[in-house]
């Protein structure tokens, strides 16, 4: 197994039995690691509020539904 340097890539190389091409820079490898972890727990933070504010709504549409009963028993 060899690696043959990606011409004008610091850093890649190409594996010459399976043609994968593969960074060598652990620097740019932790900090695109960071970056994704940091998006995939903002992608999740979204989830929890669009879950609370579904929740939310639908204890609001409740509350509406019981004070409509109420207002009109009362009648």
């Known amino acids: 197994m060899g690696y043959l340097p990606i011409k004008d890539k610091d850093g890649w190389w190409?594996?010459?039995?399976?043609?994968?091409?593969?960074?060598?820079?652990?620097?740019?490898?932790?900090?695109?690691?960071?970056?994704y972890y940091a998006d995939q727990r903002e992608k999740g933070e979204q989830i929890a509020l669009q879950n609370e504010v579904s929740e939310l709504k639908s204890e609001m549409s409740e509350i509406k539904t019981l004070l409509l009963t109420l207002v009109q028993d009362k009648k």
């Open 14 to 35: 190409k594996d010459t039995t399976s043609g994968c091409i593969e960074s060598t820079d652990k620097h740019a490898y932790d900090k695109y690691m960071k970056t």
